[in-house]
């Protein structure tokens, strides 16, 4: 591994920043379809250069693109997609039923056996799946309860504040029948079948704003992490509480622990060590910034609990970013890097693990979300 | 303008459009300010048989006027002709002979809105 390629979702566009393995000196490259939201680009690990983006505007909807080299040119791919069946009703922020409508991708999964072959978390809620590299997408029905035996109580599924989002997708590297899910706001969901099949998995979490603070399905969660090593075990930032799971998601336990605010969006794990975790803690639901002006990452090498201040090289006075929830990622090289991005437009690198901070760019549009290929 | 497309056998008018700046982007077309796109279209002249033949000519449009599925046109982007607003006519109505003729184009415009 010789390098590293920062994909980077704008409110304004895509960017691609790309570095050798010291990570010191940066290359810009974009911005590529300037003017649009891409809220996620990520790149196939079975072939770097496969690059998958997906780009959207209040104007014009979804449209889908793909780069086969690198990210260096992009060519658009296919952006229909239409829920299985008779889409039916969710809950809509008053409660009353509300028809399914597409409106974006959020996330965009690479399978981590074939090139070809992408996920898609959708707004509203849904998984879709391409199996011939974007061209065409189908929906995994199965989630939004159409499979036999699933009850994911779709039905009651809500939209958190960004719209009622499917923005986490992870897949099981020991076993690809396995996948876990994440909506905002319904909560997490597992299937061991390869997608047909789901159930909540949200025992343990605990969301005050619910009418039911302990409900199978509301909760808000706001991203969750595995490390692939460690297939079983998952980390959770909850719209509140740093949450963590040994058992695939079945029981969850509040890990906060120290933390000065148990409020993010953003959690990751260490490439090397399994126990270590990152989250970037902001004030409040009611105040989307950093506590005190200062922004800083936090980090546990103990799974969670006790956690230290990584501030080196970061704002210490008058930051008042937000780290959206796909906008934190790390790299394989031997000394991890941890990178992330905030609404101001900087992209942050650490070459060391998080000990010490640098802004790879300063000024980009607000960034939706933070990808890392080691090359 | 119109023209006898003989495999069909129905006539054909040279329909003229004006996008909006992203989407001429997204198509490849000429981003200069009101640059238009020609289209051969088939009689009766209505906006949802201009979007059929856009649509045809540049398959990276599908989708971004109007949504599939439903076909409804997509709320932040409006349809002028002759100067009058067809944003909520149906959309097989048959537009004025000066767009259906070429001698005005069809304006698809983007709503003035957003950050």
Redesign the interface.
Known sequence: MSGVRVLVGTKKGAFVLESDGKRAAWEVKGPFF???EIYHVKGSPVNPDRIYASQS???????MQRSDDGGKTWA?VG????YDGVPGTHQWYDGTPHPWEFKRVWHLEPSLTDAETVFAGVEDAALFKSTDGGATWAELSGLRGHGVGTDTLAPQWQPGAGGMCLHTIILDPSNEERMYIAISAAGAFRTDDGGKNWKPINKGLVSDFMPNPTGEVGHCVHHVAMHPARPETLFMQKHWHVMRSDNAGDEWKKVSGNLPTDFGFVIDIHAHEPETIFVAPIKSDAEHFPLDGRLRVYRSKTGGNEWEELSKGLPEKDCYVNVLRDAMSVDRLDECGVYFGTTGGQVYASADGGESWNAIVHDLPAVLSVEVQTL | MGTVNSEQGTETRLVRVVL????R??AGLSTEAGSEVALEVARPVTIERVLDALEAKHS?L????R???TGKR?A??RFFACGEDWSHEAMDKELPEAVAGGAEPLLVV??I??G
């Open positions: 300037a003017g649009w505007s209040g104007w014009s909807g979804q449209v658009v952006n229909k997609f239409a | 909006p700046y992203h989407l982007v997204l990276v599908g989708g971004t006027i949504e599939y599925g997509r932040f982007l983007g709503a809105a957003g």
